[in-house]
């Protein structure tokens, strides 16, 4: 139950190629994951519904996004067939027997388990995986090898709704690496303290002989590590980091640094993955291979000819001279460093940011202050719709219509324009060659992406109705 989410989808692969007969049940899906699932031949009912039991498995997995009041959940609870949480799965069948290396964090957390898993991949470790998302060089989001080790993204969301704990917290650690940590999840999470629990149970669970790989450049994750029972390992860009990066700087569409261990360079770096965010993440990924037995030349080699993460700032194509990306971000800090790795790529473009406030924290008025200073480096703005907002009280509730207010303040230019079809259109006629536009998006947001290059590539007219809009510049458009 709740197929459609990036780590159930594999999960779902996963206990196919054990053997398994596997069907799942969901809301609409998008892609990547919607493609994902029709490739691997696994049966998606779109809905929840009783019906969908009617099969009568041996055990429903159920996803968190589930809570008291799903016909379906209902359903299941009344028919006592067995049911277990993801982790619990995971743990039980996959983790178990393996060395667990976790990536944890507020950001970075799908790149750094990737790139991690690839360096041990092309070190000749053979070993399992499971991420949120779909590393761009590989097939998919999981992989079951016969190696020691297994890498996984640690979600610091609750388990089910039965269990309210982390899921991370399932996992076995030995290894974990943390990235920057703030303060995300506002609808389980009541408080910053609250999620800094949640990442203290992680660091308990690790044994005396694991590791804690950490970003120092973060004040809360340097916090965190005196949670640490272990040896803790610094990456960053300061002298006193056991991994560092210096030298940073873009060429040709690239960025390059010099990584160096214990003051002593190992190599440069040249590939192609955008923003010093990225750089952070690379070197926790590097220290993580290094405590599990690889070579730093070896990880470094690996590490120059990993491509990244689909909608990880990914490139979509270039029509009429206009570049399109498409990026998760959902979190000011994530949609700022996204932006700004843009600039840095093509300082003199006119840059467009199109948001769409999705996740539960975002949708709410707790970023209300921060998000107009996400879109720093954009010099258009276009916010969308809020995601499901009926569900969210109106006072409590993100106001779009300030944020671009505030955004215009500065001397960008921004626009709040719900629906989707008025976005691209917008785009479409306002843009010109040498422009950068990136959507940003943890969700499907109304198949835009490709909406959007139909549009530029002149398959879809600009209508109307966006004219009118623009030209009268009225409720929606500042």
């Known amino acids: 139950m709740g197929i459609g989410g990036?780590?159930?989808a594999a999960l779902a692969a996963m206990l196919q190629e054990?053997?398994?007969?596997?069907?799942?049940?969901?809301?609409?899906?998008?892609?990547?994951?919607?493609?994902?699932?029709?490739?691997?031949?696994?049966?998606?009912?779109?809905?929840?519904s009783p019906g969908n039991l009617e099969w009568n498995p041996d055990l429903v997995v159920v996803g968190n996004a589930l809570s008291r009041g799903n016909q379906e959940l209902e359903a299941l609870l009344d028919s006592r067939i067995p049911y277990r949480s993801f982790p619990e799965v995971l743990r039980s069948w996959f983790l178990e027997g393996k060395r667990s290396l976790v990536a944890a964090g507020t950001h970075g957390k799908t790149t750094t388990a990737s790139l991690l898993a690839w360096i041990l991949l092309q070190t000749g470790q053979d070993p399992s995986f499971l991420v949120g998302g779909i590393p761009r060089d590989l097939e998919a989001g999981y992989?079951?090898?016969?190696?020691?080790?297994f890498v996984v993204e640690g979600d610091e969301y609750d388990t089910a709704f039965f269990d309210k704990r982390p899921k991370f917290v399932h996992y076995l650690p030995w290894i974990v690496t943390l990235g920057p940590v703030e303060y995300d999840?506002?609808?389980?999470?009541?408080?910053m303290e609250e999620m800094l629990r949640a990442y203290k149970m992680l660091l308990r669970v690790l044994p005396r002989n694991g590791r804690l790989v950490l970003n120092l450049e973060d004040p809360q994750a340097k916090t965190l590590a005196r949670e640490a029972p272990c040896r803790v390992v610094g990456c960053g860009l300061a002298q006193e980091a056991e991994w560092r990066a210096d030298k940073i700087r873009v060429k040709e569409g690239r960025t390059l640094f010099r990584v160096l261990h214990g003051g002593i360079p190992v190599g440069e770096c040249d590939w192609g993955l955008p923003g010093r965010h990225n750089v952070m993440n690379g070197l926790l990924a590097l220290g993580?291979?290094?405590?599990?037995?690889?070579?730093?030349?070896q990880g470094l080699q690996a590490m120059r000819s990993f491509n990244g993460v689909k909608r990880r700032l990914e490139f979509l194509g270039e029509i009429r001279g206009v570049r399109v990306y498409d990026d998760f971000a959902h979190h000011p800090t994530a949609v700022k460093a996204?932006?700004?790795?843009?600039?840095?790529?093509?300082?003199?473009?006119?840059?467009?940011?199109?948001?769409?406030?999705?996740?539960n924290s975002m949708c709410r008025r707790f970023f209300q202050e921060e998000l107009p200073g996400a879109f720093s480096h954009a010099d258009r703005v276009i916010l969308a719709?809020?995601?499901?907002?009926?569900?969210?009280?109106?006072?409590?509730?993100?106001?779009?219509?300030?944020?671009?207010?505030a955004i215009n303040k500065t001397g960008s230019r921004a626009w709040y324009l719900p629906e989707v079809e008025e976005i691209v259109d917008l785009v479409a006629k306002e843009s010109r060659?040498?422009?950068?536009?990136?959507?940003?998006?943890?969700?499907?947001?109304?198949?835009?992406?490709?909406?959007?290059?139909?549009?530029?590539?002149?398959?879809?007219?600009?209508?109307?109705?966006?004219?009118?809009?623009?030209?009268?510049?009225?409720?929606?458009?500042?």
């Not at 999840?185 to 408080?191: K, V």
């Not at 719709?385 to 207010?405: C, M, Y």
Request: positive net charge.
């Open 143 to 149: 992989r079951i090898g016969k190696g020691d080790f």
């Open 6 to 8: 990036s780590a159930m």
């Open 288 to 297: 993580a291979a290094w405590e599990a037995g690889v070579e730093a030349q």
């Open 185 to 191: 999840h506002a609808d389980i999470y009541a408080s």
């Open 433 to 478: 060659a040498g422009d950068v536009v990136c959507i940003m998006s943890n969700g499907g947001f109304g198949g835009i992406q490709q909406l959007l290059l139909q549009a530029l590539g002149g398959s879809c007219s600009v209508s109307e109705k966006t004219r009118e809009i623009t030209r009268a510049a009225g409720k929606r458009v500042f």
């Open 338 to 359: 996204g932006l700004g790795a843009l600039r840095d790529l093509y300082p003199k473009s006119r840059l467009w940011a199109i948001f769409e406030p999705r996740s």
């Open 18 to 48: 054990k053997g398994f007969q596997v069907s799942g049940s969901d809301q609409a899906l998008y892609p990547p994951m919607s493609d994902f699932l029709a490739l691997k031949g696994i049966q998606v009912k779109e809905g929840f």
């Open 385 to 405: 719709g809020i995601h499901r907002a009926e569900s969210i009280p109106v006072g409590q509730r993100l106001d779009p219509v300030e944020v671009v207010k």
